[in-house]
């Protein structure tokens, strides 16, 4: 049991539970992301169901099978997450060694935790699935004909085609099938769920990123915690356990996932994806090794995101000097922290191949836009917004204290967020709010 949990001891301390018959029916991972929370909490499924001593990962029972393709019956998942990143990190392992029933359970079990998302369980009658039935179906279908090669006797060039099949079907039901926020009607369909008995010995809900429930949603969390099922758990996964209701906080109990080393970084890295530990990139210190590595399977990566994020605030920059000067602010009158910008950004950009400076929202949007891969896979977006963040703070860093940039901090925080909601809660067009973030930043910038 836990065996493909690497590098986090509090395992130790699910499997003594477990063993004691101690454990409570309701449960909090909590950790930042890439701690392997996710992946314990399926496990904790699988311990459930098995119809053996111990649940080992080789065990050979029916129920554990089906565990470990994320087929069981008694498994309902729900919560908004990225999938794009693991999904293609997996086909590489596939591909490296299609012989290798690992790397292929690896992949199946990538692409089922989307799938899951999608249960009638869940979504009942809920019409948006009318509209996404198409995408799932087409998905299915590439996975049971993926499903039928033979490993290492199977046409290298034939499973490429079917994965990359199977990731172009993913990325399109992750975009228009993935909300930012837990809808009530999924709390309460899976409250409904977990109260019908068992096809086997337990049933589990796992909510990952429950921080992310609509008000409803949490109200209606909240009466299943109080009178939990007898045959059936919950868990809830999250990186932001401060901002649950104290309320739910209190029915569950707490398991802590710290972020891992850099040796247990490197060892998921060589165990589960088959890679070398020389695969991930210097990143930084403020994500774990692994979510760096995945992030080199996007299509747009944080290598790449980061030029073009230096390459908006160059020209942010650029724009407020132009603004300022023509209202008669001369060179030496002009703010530090504009020409620290621009000092900064521009050589980033310029060294990337995207110039120094873009002279017009609309060729900076498209070059923006072109180095995200048109931002169309799910999350790019809020990816791209954390860096300018990011970028912010590093040409900023010689002026620490100072309460312009403070004030610059802020306002750049709430017209991010603002550009965030726009694109992946109501589906506008990244090339238009792009565009008006832009503008926005630079009317407020510009005035203090």
């Known amino acids: 049991m836990f065996e493909n949990i690497i590098g986090q001891p509090v395992t130790a301390r699910l499997q003594a539970d477990i063993a004691g018959n101690v454990l409570a029916p309701s449960m909090l991972f909590a950790g930042p992301p890439a701690s392997g929370k996710g992946t314990a909490a399926l496990e904790m499924g699988r311990a459930f169901s098995c119809e053996t001593e111990g649940a080992p990962w080789n065990c050979r029972c029916q129920a ?4 470990r393709m994320l087929l069981h019956d008694d498994l309902v998942v729900l919560g908004p997450r990225p999938f794009s990143a693991e999904i293609a990190a997996a086909r590489n392992a596939l591909l490296r060694d299609p012989s290798a029933a690992s790397s292929k359970t690896l992949f199946f079990r990538a692409v089922r935790k989307l799938q899951l998302r999608f249960s009638p369980v869940v979504w009942a009658d809920d019409p948006k699935i009318t509209k996404l039935n198409g995408i799932l179906e087409m998905l299915s279908e590439k996975m049971d004909d993926l499903n039928l090669l033979r490993g290492g006797e199977s046409d290298p060039e034939k499973l490429s085609k079917l994965c990359d099949a199977v990731i172009k079907n993913t990325q399109k039901l992750e975009a228009e099938g993935i909300a930012d926020a837990i809808p009530v009607s999924h709390i309460r369909n899976a409250a409904y769920w977990l109260h019908i008995a068992p096809s086997g010995k337990r049933k589990l809900l796992v909510i990952e990123n429950a921080d992310r429930m609509q008000d409803a949603a949490r109200n209606s969390l909240l009466k299943i915690l109080e009178e939990p099922p007898e045959t059936g758990a919950i868990i809830l996964c999250t990186s932001r356990p401060e901002t649950l209701l104290p309320t739910i906080l209190s029915r569950l109990r707490h398991y802590s996932f710290p972020r ?7 060892e998921v890295v060589r165990r589960v994806f088959k890679d070398s ?3 991930i990139p210097a990143h930084n210190k403020s994500e774990s090794g692994i979510t760096s ?9 944080k290598t790449v995101l980061y030029p073009a994020a230096a390459l908006f605030w160059a020209s942010v920059a650029f724009a407020i000097t132009v603004k300022l000067r023509g209202k008669g602010v001369s060179d030496d009158e002009l ?14 950009a310029e060294a990337a191949g995207l110039g120094k400076v873009c002279t017009s929202v609309k060729s900076l949007c498209a070059a923006v836009i072109a180095a995200a891969g048109g931002f169309e896979v799910r999350g790019t977006f809020s990816v791209f917004l954390g860096l300018l963040c990011t970028g912010l703070s590093e040409a900023l860093s010689s002026m620490r204290g100072d309460t312009i940039c403070v004030a610059y901090r802020r306002i750049l925080s709430k017209h991010a967020e603002d550009a965030r909601v726009a ?3 109501f589906n506008q067009s990244p090339a238009m709010v792009l565009e008006s973030f832009y503008g926005s ?3 407020n910038l510009a005035t203090l």
Do not use: K
Not at 64 to 67: E, G, K, L, P
């Open 277 to 279: 530990a020389d695969s």
């Open 260 to 266: 891992r080393g850099e040796a247990a970084d490197a």
């Open 293 to 301: 590595y995945l992030d080199t399977f996007l299509p747009a990566s």
């Open 64 to 67: 554990c099978a089906r565990h």
């Open 441 to 443: 930043l630079i009317q």
């Open 423 to 425: 694109v992946d809660i």
């Open 335 to 348: 703010p530090p922290v504009v020409l620290t910008i621009g000092r900064h950004c521009a050589p980033l």
